[in-house]
């Protein structure tokens, strides 16, 4: 069974930079599609950003594009999201996700079937 365990939450003001970072266990690691969601308080879950099983494709939500990053170590079975200039309304819950196909891309959260347990990021203005 897959385990995602997600770090590096807290809270930082406005024009801040976090990186989070995220393990997993699970051989299938290097042939899946992995993805950050967030949810803020009142809020749906939305897509952030998403990345390939090679690291070579990855796609981002509008609001922070150019500003975070997602990246991937397949050697680590790890996967970041460095987010830079950040601004008070990316405060959410930020969860880590894993595809339930290998070799499938997607941004539906129905589409994955592992989630990390969350960790909090605030920004202060």
């Known amino acids: 069974q897959v385990q995602l365990v997600e770090s590096g939450g807290g809270l930082v003001q406005a024009g801040g930079s976090l990186r989070l970072s995220c393990a997993a266990s699970?051989?299938?690691?290097?042939?899946?599609?992995m993805a950050w969601f967030r949810q803020a308080s009142g809020k749906e879950r939305e897509f952030v950003a998403l990345?390939?099983?090679?690291?070579?494709?990855?796609s981002y939500t509008d609001s922070v594009k150019g500003r975070f990053t997602i990246s991937r170590d397949n050697a680590k079975n790890t996967v970041d999201l460095q987010m830079n200039s950040l601004k008070p309304e990316d405060t959410a819950m930020y969860y880590c996700?894993?595809?339930?196909?290998?070799?499938?891309?997607?941004?539906?959260?129905?589409?994955?079937?592992?989630w990390g347990q969350g960790t909090q990021v605030t920004v202060s203005s």
């Open positions: 996700a894993m595809v339930r196909r290998i070799w499938y891309i997607s941004e539906n959260p129905g589409d994955f079937g592992s």
């Open positions: 699970g051989r299938t690691f290097s042939s899946v599609a």
């Open positions: 990345i390939d099983w090679t690291g070579g494709s990855t």
